[in-house]
């Protein structure tokens, strides 16, 4: 928050006319909603301690599903919305069936996913760009705004909320979390540690479907880069953001964290011209060292205080 807060007086004082304008800052909350999403994807089954690397590809998956049904079909939007959130369900399902059964780390399992859905996705494309002409009434789902504030915003909002709910108010949110602290105890607790990670990975493909859903109205368009470069900024956001409010992977310390370095990286790019280019990867950089670090600095001090004790 102090970093976010910092960065709106800096800016804001230097270039005053635009940095603080209404067309600015909707432009910032719009343009990271999918990215998000696709944190908030990737919060989920870490929260189990395991890491999906396919959420981009996922993503990718939905986005590609949309667009190439309403070219090659006359199926409602909607029918393709749902039909590539579903697909992306039942692949994320696919990778916990890999983790949980095959006992394949989640790492390894979630990136050689990933890299299967990409040749999938292309090959259904033929490499090529892929170009929707989606009804009005569908793409202004994603690019019109409700008292002025971009719905794409309130989307995230609602998913923000039931997940907040869900991991900080439910039975299942303590499960999941128990099994990311520590499988084996969770397990001799009762927990169905494997059910906990199986699901977790389904629901993040069912949230990075809807990120490609949300993407395809705004957009409406698919090539090979969708997807791929969210991963970065997305995943940097969940560990900067386990290092505000409670000290762990949380949904409102991820979208702070991801608000705060996208205003700092939208000021950079108004200051200067050249920013624009490399900005961007030198703040997830950055922040995805600093946000380790941060987190690791706990366990760091308890290990010390140990070895003197002893």
């Known amino acids: 928050m102090y970093l976010w807060l910092a960065f709106v007086a800096l800016f804001g004082l230097l270039r005053p006319d635009t940095y603080l304008s209404s067309v600015t800052l909707q432009l910032i909350f719009s343009e990271g909603a999918v990215t998000c999403l696709l944190a908030l994807a990737f919060l989920v089954p870490l929260a189990t301690g395991a890491y999906d690397l396919s959420v981009g590809a996922l993503m990718s998956v939905s986005v590609a599903i949309g667009v190439w049904l309403q070219l090659h079909s006359s199926v409602p939007p909607l029918v393709g919305a749902l039909a590539g959130i579903a697909a992306c369900t039942a692949f994320g399902a696919i990778s916990g069936f890999v983790v949980v059964r095959l006992k394949v780390n989640s790492f390894i399992a979630t990136l050689g996913m990933s890299q299967v859905l990409l040749a999938a996705v292309l090959l259904a494309s033929g490499n090529k760009q892929l170009v929707a002409d989606y009804p009005d009434s569908w793409s202004n789902l994603g690019l019109e705004k409700a008292a002025g504030i971009p719905l794409v915003d309130v989307y995230l909002l609602v998913v923000a909320l039931v997940l907040w709910y869900v991991l900080e108010h439910t039975r299942i ?137 002893s």
């Open 173 to 309: 949110g303590r499960y999941l979390f128990a099994t990311g602290g520590n499988a084996e105890a969770a397990r001799l607790s009762g927990v169905r540690t494997d059910r906990m990670v199986w699901g977790a990975l389904a629901a993040s493909g069912a949230i990075s479907g809807l990120a490609g859903v949300i993407y395809g109205m705004r957009v409406g368009t698919f090539d090979q880069s969708v997807g791929p470069g969210y991963l970065f900024p997305a995943v940097a956001a969940v560990f900067l953001g386990a290092s505000q409010l409670s000290q762990r992977p949380n949904v409102w310390g991820t979208l702070i964290a991801y608000f705060a370095l996208a205003f700092g990286i939208q000021g950079l790019a108004l200051t200067s011209s050249s920013a624009a280019v490399w900005s961007q990867p030198l703040f997830q950089g950055v922040a995805l060292i600093v946000a380790v670090a941060m987190v690791s600095m706990p366990a760091i001090r308890r290990r010390r205080a140990g070895a003197r004790a």
